[in-house]
């Protein structure tokens, strides 16, 4: 083991001169290479929730499921509030007609534009076009609640209100109980468009995947050929509803407050393509003013980005060219490749540079630097690499891409700095011609950060036991705030409080009928099963339950019963004790006969055609998912217990909660349990190279030692600041124990070496840390400032991942250089006896 490690010490320190001696071919091929993957841009996005799941997935087949049979769930509430604190004043009313108006207008109009999304709007209803059933002689008429005349009077006006209050539909999603709120409600067709309207939106930098979906309803479909929403499609639909919305005709009476899984879509739109590339352009700007400030050259601020950004464009060329498919984990995708860039290129930079001020000349430097720091840099990118690699294995697509695509570029970003680094260095070098000079006559002050290392080294022997200690208690704490740590996930809460958002859903919560939806899908599996009262009584019973025992959570359940119970009451001179589902078949056949006449547009939403699906639309306020999942499992529970009885008529009968919320709380459990999974694997097979990499068990084992403090550090912050463990912040994990095991690799790979020269523990400790000590601190100053900029976002998962990388930095700093030499230390038999400290600082 040790001839082959020595043989790939020595490939790495004749490289420089290899590379040299062949540079223009090496060139030619970098630029081929380049060319063909940069190519291939941009790769392919998809950011549905859909896409998190394997396409047989019994959550996904049961979402499609119900969009097959009643269309997309894709709508936007649009809550408005009366400035004169009443939606029935004369202006508040003129206000909403004139809006609805407008809207149907634009609708229509679209359908001839091509580049206009309100097209996919497929009903607007409010207090002036709701249905409103009454009898007209014989006949069971619906007609607009409002309609075109509205009322001219006060007393009109307040007769209107009145109806509007006792309506049994109507209250807290028309209107709120003090009449100072209304709603305005927007169905569209938005998550299952059709192919032929797929090249709409293209103003974003990604291209999305084009799998096929179902379309809306039966009514109407054209179920072949559908495709996934793309989100700058939704973004673009809420900005024309708001172009609308915001005219000053209308603003002047009314306040809007926007709600609805498109406008969530709107905002991680405008986050991702807009507020990122700030963000991004902002990460930059700070890293090359770090890389100026800590080398001085200009030289060590340009190759190092050049190095990062070439690795981004071949590794997201290289995803485009093998087709795979990402989503928002792109994000981290680039993270990951900028953090292990920039820490391979410092290493090898820092380590030039620290061997120049030892009076080597800059081709030995080169040798030098690369026979210490290239075999660590290929160590750290294998077991990173096989690490990301690890999570391949989660069943969750877009994860195992990123395992793979991830892996892809931590290798692109390594073979750069160990290829092109090199031949960039020999174009232009960080060491200028006066400190050469001040080099050869022994002139160079020593830089602040070797000041800082010799003051660290001595310390970190000496007192080597005490670290220990200290850093065992930090870990039991960190372990305790670990334990605190929940997971939850809550789109909206992912929104600063400030934000016009955030503000919009915790009013309609508070005011109106809730923000989210959840879809209770029945399908029979026989004609005209829901002609039959046992089924519409099952169904009530389950509304019942959910009103009566989740007060927290559900304001409203709406399906065919609400229908029956409406029309029959009104088929009976509207008495109060008629609102009851008919018990005798023939007449509940009857009465949705007449109901069905009246107006099939609303019947065919609640239960199609032939009677054999139905479902129940329920209405929640926004909670996150921790408090959802015990609601939730609650209603699939009494769901299989009430309508388990009906099996003995209807025993091919099927029943799934659903729905886009259904899906995200299925989600968050994958991606909690499949993370852990991942991270307890890749944990596993780190552990395992180590131990064959140093091939020694003691040093493979201390060396998980540092790379789990930064774990431990980062996940106990989280509990003590109750940052919750979501989407956003579960895929910190993979950054964090690829920096800490780059840094400890680098570490032990220039601890054994110098053990191997010297035999002297205290000889190899103060080395190692002078050497690699400078490159990590570098490396943590730079990715600490550089991640600071997303602490700046409204997107609170983007500024939570700001804080707790600057935190995994740190404290991956603080463990390779303080406990690690410590645990050198202890793990030796009979380590050399150390200087005092004062000496040592002067070594």
């Known amino acids: 083991m040790k001839n082959i490690l020595g043989r790939i010490t020595d490939f790495f320190e004749q490289l420089p001169d290899f590379l040299r001696a062949h540079r223009i071919p090496v060139w030619i091929g970098i630029v081929a290479i380049v060319a063909f993957l940069a190519s291939g841009l941009p ?20 979402f499609m499921k119900y969009r097959e049979a009643f269309g997309s769930d894709d709508t936007v509430y649009i809550v408005y509030k009366a400035k004169d604190g009443d939606i029935f004043s004369e202006k508040s009313l003129a206000a909403l007609a004139a809006v609805h108006e407008e809207l149907n207008a634009a609708t229509l109009d679209a359908v001839e534009d091509d580049t206009s999304m309100l097209s996919h709007i497929l009903e607007i209803k409010s207090l002036i076009n709701v249905s409103y059933m009454e009898v007209d002689g014989d006949s069971l008429v619906s007609r607009d609640f ?17 109806e509007a209050l006792e309506h049994k539909d109507y209250p807290l999603f028309y209107l709120s109980e003090n009449s100072q709120y209304g709603g305005i409600y927007i169905r569209t067709d938005l998550g299952s468009i059709s192919e032929d309207e797929g090249e709409l939106f293209e103003e974003s930098g990604f291209v999305e ?25 939704y973004a673009k639909f809420c900005n024309e509803i708001n172009a609308i919305l915001q005219k000053p005709e209308y603003t002047d009476h009314l306040d809007f407050y926007p709600v609805g899984n498109p406008v969530i879509m ?44 070439l690795s981004l464009v071949c590794t997201l060329g290289l995803v485009s060219w093998l087709g795979l498919v990402m989503n928002m984990m792109v994000q981290l995708l680039v993270m990951i490749v900028l953090v292990i860039g920039v820490a391979d290129s410092i290493h090898i930079l820092s380590g030039y540079v620290y061997f120049r001020k030892l009076q080597y000349d800059h081709r030995a430097a080169l040798r030098a630097v690369l026979r210490k720091s290239g075999f660590a840099c290929m160590l750290t990118s294998l077991t990173t690499s096989a690490g990301l690699l690890a999570m391949s294995f989660v069943p969750i697509p877009p994860i195992a891409v990123f395992g793979y695509s991830a892996a892809m570029g931590v290798t692109i970003a390594f073979l750069f700095s160990v290829i092109l680094l090199p031949l960039l260095l020999d174009i232009w070098h960080p060491i200028s011609k006066k400190q050469e000079e001040r080099i050869a006559a022994d002139q160079e002050k020593t830089p602040l950060v070797q000041k800082l290392l010799r003051k660290i080294e001595g310390a970190s022997f000496q007192y080597h036991k005490t ?33 016009p958002i955030h503000v919009a859903h915790v009013l309609v919560d508070k ?13 029979f599996r026989q004609t005209d099963a829901l002609k039959d009262p046992s089924v519409l009584n099952a169904m009530e019973s389950l509304q019942s339950y959910l009103l009566e025992e989740h007060p927290k959570f559900v304001v409203r359940a709406e399906s065919l019963v609400n229908v029956v119970k409406n029309t029959y009451q009104v088929l009976n001179e509207d008495r109060e004790e008629m609102y009851i589902i008919p018990q005798q078949k023939d007449t509940l056949s009857q009465t949705l006969f007449l109901f069905d006449n009246a107006n099939r547009e609303d019947r065919q939403l609640l239960v199609t055609d032939d009677y054999s699906i139905g479902h129940i639309a329920i209405r929640l306020k926004n909670y996150g998912s921790i408090e959802y999942l015990e609601f939730f499992n609650d209603v699939q529970n009494k769901t299989n217990e009430i309508f388990d009885p009906l099996k003995r008529d209807y025993p091919q009968m099927e029943t799934n909660v659903t729905g886009s919320m259904a899906l995200m709380m299925k989600l968050i459990d994958y991606m909690s349990w499949s993370q852990i999974q991942s991270f307890g694997l ?54 964090v124990i690829g920096i800490a095991v780059d840094d400890t690799i680098h570490f032990l790979t220039h601890f054994r070496t110098e053990m191997l020269e010297s035999g002297k523990v205290y000889t190899a400790i103060t080395k190692s840390i002078r050497e690699v000590g400078q490159a990590i601190s570098f490396t943590t100053i730079i990715l600490v400032l550089g991640f600071s900029t997303q602490l700046v976002s409204a997107h609170k998962g983007i500024a939570h991942f700001g804080i707790l990388t600057a935190i995994a930095f740190i404290s991956a700093w603080l463990a390779d250089l303080f406990l690690l030499p410590a645990l050198c230390r202890f793990m030796k038999d009979k380590p050399a006896v150390a200087p005092s400290v004062k000496t040592a600082g002067a070594v």
């Not at 096929?212 to 072949?224: I, K, M, Q």
């Not at 991004?280 to 190092?304: E, H």
Request: glycine share 6%; proline share 5%; net charge negative.
């Open 682 to 735: 890749a944990l596993i097979v780190i552990t395992l190279m180590l131990l064959f990499i140093f091939g020694s068990p003691k040093v493979g084992l201390m060396g998980m030692i540092p790379n789990l403090f930064p774990v431990m550090i980062t996940f106990g912050s989280m509990g003590f600041f109750n940052i919750p463990l979501d989407a956003d912040t579960l895929i910190i994990a993979p950054i």
């Open 43 to 62: 790769p392919r996005l998809e950011m549905t929730m859909e896409s998190w799941f394997e396409d047989d997935d019994p959550a996904v087949e049961a």
């Open 266 to 309: 709107k905002f991680f739109y405008h986050v991702l393509t807009i507020e990122l590339t700030y963000i991004m352009a902002a990460t930059m700007l700070l890293i090359l003013v770090t890389l100026f400030y800590l080398f001085r050259s200009f030289s060590a601020v340009f190759w190092p980005i050049l190095v990062v950004a």
């Open 209 to 233: 995947s084009e799998e096929a979906v179902f379309s809306d309803s039966p009514a109407e479909a054209g179920t072949a050929d559908n495709r996934k929403t793309e989100m700058g499609e």
């Open 146 to 162: 409002l309609g075109e005349e509205l009322p001219k009077t006060e007393a009109a006006r307040e007769f209107r209100r009145k």
């Open 511 to 523: 005011v109106m009928g809730g923000t989210q939806n959840l879809e209770i899908y029945l399908d």
């Open 467 to 499: 670290i220990l200690v200290v850093f065992f208690v930090i870990g039991v704490i960190a372990v305790y705030g670990l334990t605190r740590v929940k997971v939850n996930s809550n789109m909206v809460e992912l929104i600063k409080e400030s934000h």
